[in-house]
């Protein structure tokens, strides 16, 4: 039996027949990794425990003719303040959501395996409520997820007339894909005004490295930054659910989990 072995967390997971799953696992080596494991929901299974969610662990996948197998699991890391916390297991829940609606399986990408996991490792680290790094940390995800996709909104230039924008009243064009100055407002009537520190944000956050090891020391330097921040809380939601949007616009997919945080 052919098997690889590479580091991991679960994204998704559900039932399958009587005592299996199948897991969607975002890895380091592959991307994302849709396997079966058999007998995992049985009390006495050997997987039993080892292929919850918020978990960091060392897979073992055994290649099968229609969907792989997961042969083995060894836990690394357990995100067990996620998972003692309900406002960040929800926010956490969207990144999961997130991270499976935006891949695609077997595309392997280092440095949106190294965002997610350093992510995580923030979200576990906030023992206590506090809510604007937990914001932030959503928000800061949302927007480099956007870049290391392959999209992401125009913010510096207008999207109509490629003139630089300025920080005054600005609006955003879902149907453009960016930032539009209020004088070419008659080419999307349904541009929605947005508040310039939107702008600033998504500026700030927004990590452009190609390299790998550059790109983890600017996650680093990100949560440092977000550790700082003071952003009023109708920043954090239009930045929320304007990103999301933009998301969902471009992906055609809904993401449930949102509603959790939006409340």
Do not use: W
Request: aromatic residues 12%; hydrophobic residues 40%.
């Amino acid at each position: 039996m052919s098997t690889y072995k590479t580091e991991g967390i679960i994204i998704r997971r559900s039932h399958f027949g009587e005592s299996s799953l199948i897991l969607n696992v975002y890895t380091k080596d592959f991307g994302k990794v849709e396997a079966v494991a058999r007998s995992a929901r049985k009390a006495k299974g050997k997987l039993k425990g080892h292929l919850e969610l918020f978990l960091l662990s060392d897979f073992v996948f055994a290649y099968g003719k229609s969907i792989d197998k997961v042969a083995n699991s060894f836990s690394l890391e357990n995100y067990e303040n996620i998972k003692n916390n309900l406002n960040i297991s929800f926010g956490t829940y969207y990144i999961l959501e997130l991270t499976d609606r935006i891949t695609e399986n077997g595309y392997r990408n280092e440095r949106m395996y190294y965002l997610f996991k350093e992510t995580m490792k923030f979200l576990n680290s906030l023992a206590t409520d506090n809510a604007l790094k937990y914001y932030l940390t959503i928000i800061q995800y949302q927007i480099n997820v956007m870049q290391l996709s392959g999209f992401f909104p125009e913010i510096n230039k207008c999207v109509v007339c490629k003139e630089k924008i300025k920080l005054e009243e600005n609006h955003f064009s879902f149907f453009h894909g960016g930032v539009i100055q209020k004088k070419c407002l008659c080419n999307d009537v349904s541009a929605i005004g947005i508040d310039n520190d939107v702008i600033k944000i998504m500026r700030l956050l927004k990590i452009n490295k190609s390299n790998v090891d550059e790109y983890k020391n600017s996650i680093k330097d990100n949560i440092k930054i977000i550790e700082k921040l003071k952003v009023k809380k109708k920043i954090i939601f239009q930045l929320i659910k304007l990103i999301n949007q933009f998301i969902e616009n471009n992906i055609e997919k809904r993401i449930n989990s949102v509603d959790f945080l939006m409340v």
